[in-house]
């Protein structure tokens, strides 16, 4: 089984739901179990900045899925929830990256893991170091705590205690 670590966010109608939608159909998934789910945290949009503010939350999961199944696994649930195609960098309702998958080192037109943006992406780390802090990048070598405690991202990201209870009551439902 290798580690994966996802990263969901949703900034359009219900988010919570739309995490939890998420995590739901992840642990429902074929030879995909789901670890651990960090706490949720509220953040300002990257690149357009005229939307709404983001809900954002790290999965880890352990699969024995090969990463392009995987990968299009994904897709395919981001499509089940209700996503809408927009510009990039756009609204989502839900979005589903991979940001590790093991020790992989992939970087082809549709897959690029690690993913290329989260040493950069403090709203990628801080859900991360919270679940997996001595987890490694495998380009940089780095620890997931000590790459949050470098990064230069000065976007707010706000932990929600409010959203993860939610987002806990919502999953047990």
């Given at each position: 089984?290798?580690?994966?670590?996802?990263?969901?966010?949703?900034?359009?109608?219900?988010?919570?739901?739309?995490?939890?939608?998420?995590?739901?159909?992840?642990?429902?998934?074929?030879?995909?179990?789901?670890?651990?789910?960090?706490?949720?945290?509220?953040?300002?949009?990257?690149?357009?900045?005229?939307?709404?503010?983001?809900?954002?939350?790290?999965?880890?999961?352990?699969?024995?899925?090969g990463?392009?199944?995987?990968?299009?696994?994904?897709?395919?649930?981001?499509?089940?929830?209700?996503?809408?195609?927009?510009?990039?960098?756009?609204?989502?309702?839900?979005?589903?990256?991979?940001?590790?998958?093991?020790?992989?080192?992939?970087?082809e037109?549709?897959?690029?893991?690690?993913?290329?943006?989260?040493?950069?992406?403090?709203?990628?780390?801080?859900?991360?170091?919270?679940?997996?802090?001595?987890?490694?990048?495998?380009?940089?070598?780095?620890t997931?705590?000590?790459?949050?405690?470098?990064?230069?991202?000065?976007?707010?990201?706000?932990?929600?205690?409010?959203?993860?209870?939610?987002?806990?009551?919502?999953?047990?439902?």
């Open positions: 089984m290798e580690n994966v670590f996802l990263g969901i966010g949703s900034n359009v109608g219900d988010r919570i739901f739309f995490l939890a939608e998420a995590v739901r159909k992840l642990r429902a998934a074929p030879a995909t179990r789901v670890v651990k789910v960090s706490s949720v945290y509220e953040t300002e949009p990257v690149g357009v900045k005229n939307q709404g503010d983001f809900l954002n939350a790290v999965v880890w999961a352990q699969t024995s899925i990463v392009a199944a995987f990968h299009s696994g994904i897709k395919l649930i981001e499509k089940e929830i209700g996503r809408l195609e927009r510009s990039r960098w756009g609204p989502r309702e839900i979005d589903i990256d991979i940001l590790l998958f093991g020790e992989l080192i992939i970087n037109a549709a897959i690029v893991i690690p993913h290329a943006e989260m040493v950069n992406r403090k709203f990628v780390l801080r859900p991360l170091a919270e679940i997996a802090p001595a987890t490694v990048h495998p380009v940089v070598h780095t997931m705590k000590d790459l949050l405690a470098e990064c230069r991202d000065t976007n707010a990201v706000e932990l929600s205690a409010q959203m993860t209870a939610s987002l806990i009551t919502t999953l047990k439902e």
